[in-house]
């Protein structure tokens, strides 16, 4: 298994900018597929970007193209997801999770099903 930890999340007003991060230990994570999800209350968790930590290919739902960008930083096991011009819908507790290598391929790395190992969340908040 992999185990994942976020932190970045935060308090931050409308058109703000904030950077998650994702460290990864355990199982070589290297290879995986990873991504980052969003739950806001009430509402089921959903797909926002992934990426291929073999040849570092990313992936991102349509909605979420233009405002997010996910990369990785091998020499520290990490993952990032660098949000911009926030919005108060943005609000939400951002999971990263790891999947195997197919979980990128086609539309599968949006599901939350192709994602075996979860980080507990790191809680975004966006308001004025």
């Known amino acids: 298994a992999v185990q994942l930890v976020e932190s970045g999340g935060g308090s931050v007003e409308p058109g703000g900018s904030l950077r998650l991060s994702c460290v990864a230990s355990?199982?070589?994570?290297?290879?995986?597929?990873m991504g980052w999800f969003r739950q806001a209350p009430g509402k089921e968790r959903e797909g926002i970007a992934a990426?291929?930590?073999?040849?570092?290919?990313?992936y991102y739902v349509d909605s979420m193209k233009g405002r997010f960008t996910i990369s990785q930083d091998n020499a520290k096991d990490t993952v990032y997801l660098q949000m911009n011009s926030l919005k108060p819908e943005d609000t939400a507790m951002y999971y990263c999770?790891?999947?195997?290598?197919?979980?990128?391929?086609?539309?599968?790395?949006?599901?939350?099903?192709?994602?075996?190992?979860w980080g507990q969340g790191t809680q975004v908040t966006v308001s004025s």
């Open positions: 999770a790891a999947g195997l290598p197919w979980a990128c391929g086609g539309s599968r790395y949006s599901r939350v099903s192709e994602y075996a190992d």
């Open positions: 355990g199982d070589t994570w290297r290879g995986h597929c």
């Open positions: 990426i291929y930590t073999g040849d570092s290919s990313t």
